[in-house]
């Protein structure tokens, strides 16, 4: 009888000795606590949280679908995501990393909006996850924008590219060659004033188309490493090649290139001209493109789309552009699941860049040889071909690279130089002044 006290007493024991073994490991309640599966061996769920801007389709549905087909495939590592306006977005995402409660993987732009997370240490740097093919898999230049100090920190998946839009029937009917030189295009420009045809469709009461124009400029005259050093306050925008850039914007304006009242006309009343068949050209971002591509439009299959003209002398290579990766994927450094946030978030990058693209809702950043191209807007080919395609090298729109009130800074002086209220040399001595504080 003893000895069977004692069995039952050794194995109520054991079962109470593998009970606390079961549930000594403690955490939070929430599924992101969970352990993961490659840290640990365990095969529970983990959940990555993923924020973005998608509140419209056809990227919404997209990237729904996309998130849809990740947790199919991944049952253990499955992503939530969670929507928000552009706008608000914006607030949202720099509250939340300051506070430490930004998801696992950030949607966001590169250049000056994603620096300061990247300064204050809140966001992964991914060099060491990209050498296994997933930078072959990606266009050249792709990750300049989300690349501070030498180190990547995000993935892009659609990139902006400054287009020369080009009304072909305008052309042929003044027998005027498409320019590829700065002094073809002044030749254009005087050619159809002289005809009464507007040459460029501007609105500048926005000031940023104007920027563009400017930021073009600069980057024929100074090429794309000298403009991002003068950026980064590495070089001086008192350098001739800025101050040359003005001087052939105004060059521009003094041709007769805008309409006289360009300073009070917005970018849509300039879309608008364009799409009339008034203006002979349209100098904008690929964004631009599928305005002139409606059924309403009247240049609808009239327009081409080409590189802005080389500058004679200039030190930029005449493949570089304005754009280039902006659309960004981060990873939160703080994240429990750093591999699996990496992961998911190429996946992420990979099938958006290439699922926006066969839709006209971006371009890629990634190589896009698996798409269907007779499925994809005729324009928007073109700007991969004539402009995207073997670029050397690229620059976002300055306002983009810059911070804050910086932008607001560059795009004023740009305006001034437009409305002739200060000289190429004031331009370049208060960009160095306001942006470089020298």
């Not at 188309?209 to 073009?216: L, R, T």
């Not at 050093?229 to 001086?236: I, R, T, V």
């Not at 839709?359 to 190589?367: E, I």
């Not at 994809?376 to 983009?400: H, R, Y």
């Amino acid at each position: 009888m003893l000895k069977k006290i004692m069995l039952v007493l050794l194995s109520i024991m054991l079962i109470v000795s593998t009970s606390a073994c079961g549930t000594s490991s403690k955490g939070p309640s929430n599924s992101n606590a969970s352990k993961s599966s490659n840290s640990s061996g365990a095969t529970q769920k983990i959940t990555l949280t993923f924020w973005n801007i998608f509140t419209n389709d056809p990227q919404k549905t997209i990237v729904k679908n996309i998130v849809d087909k990740w947790n199919q495939e991944n049952p253990n590592v499955q992503i939530e995501q969670s929507i928000t306006e552009n706008d608000a977005y914006k607030t949202k995402i720099k509250t939340a990393i300051a506070a430490n409660e930004a998801p696992d993987i950030i949607y966001a732009w590169g250049g000056g909006f994603s620096k300061p997370f990247v300064d204050a240490g809140k966001i992964l740097p991914l060099d060491d996850y990209l050498n296994d093919g997933t930078k072959d898999k990606m266009l050249p230049g792709a990750l300049n924008n989300i690349t501070y100090n030498g180190k990547v920190y995000g993935l892009t998946f659609a990139q902006q590219a400054s287009v020369l839009y080009v009304n072909k029937e305008l052309f042929d009917k003044y027998n005027v060659k498409i320019p590829t030189t700065f002094s073809e295009l002044i030749d254009a420009i005087k050619t159809f004033k002289s005809k009464g045809i507007t040459p460029f469709a501007l609105g500048e009461k926005d000031e940023w188309p104007g920027m563009w124009y400017y930021d073009m400029i600069a980057l024929r005259e100074a090429g794309a490493q000298l403009s991002r050093d003068a950026l980064n306050g590495k070089a001086s925008f008192e350098d001739q090649a800025f101050v040359d850039a003005a001087e052939k914007l105004q060059e521009m304006v003094n041709a007769g290139a805008f309409d006289q009242g360009v300073m009070g006309l917005t970018r849509d009343e300039a879309t608008a001209e364009f799409n009339q068949g008034k203006a002979a050209m349209y100098f904008g971002g690929n964004f631009d493109a599928a305005s002139f591509e409606v059924d309403s439009s009247l240049v609808k299959g009239k327009v081409e789309a080409v590189r802005f003209p080389t500058i004679e002398g200039g030190k930029g290579d005449p493949t570089e552009y304005i754009g280039g990766g902006s659309d960004v994927l981060l990873v939160n450094a703080n994240t429990k699941y750093k591999d699996e946030a990496v992961k998911a978030a190429k996946y992420l990058a990979e099938n958006m860049s290439l699922e926006f693209y066969k839709v006209g809702a971006a371009l890629p950043t990634w190589k896009y040889d698996s798409v269907d191209q007779s499925k994809v807007d005729p324009l928007e080919i073109q700007i991969m071909n004539n402009i995207v395609a073997n670029s050397k090298d690229s620059v976002l729109a300055w306002d983009l690279y810059l911070e804050g009130d910086q932008a607001q800074t560059h795009k004023d002086l740009v305006a001034q130089l437009f409305a002739k209220q200060i000289t190429p040399q004031d331009y370049a001595k208060q960009m160095q002044e306001k942006i470089n504080g020298k």
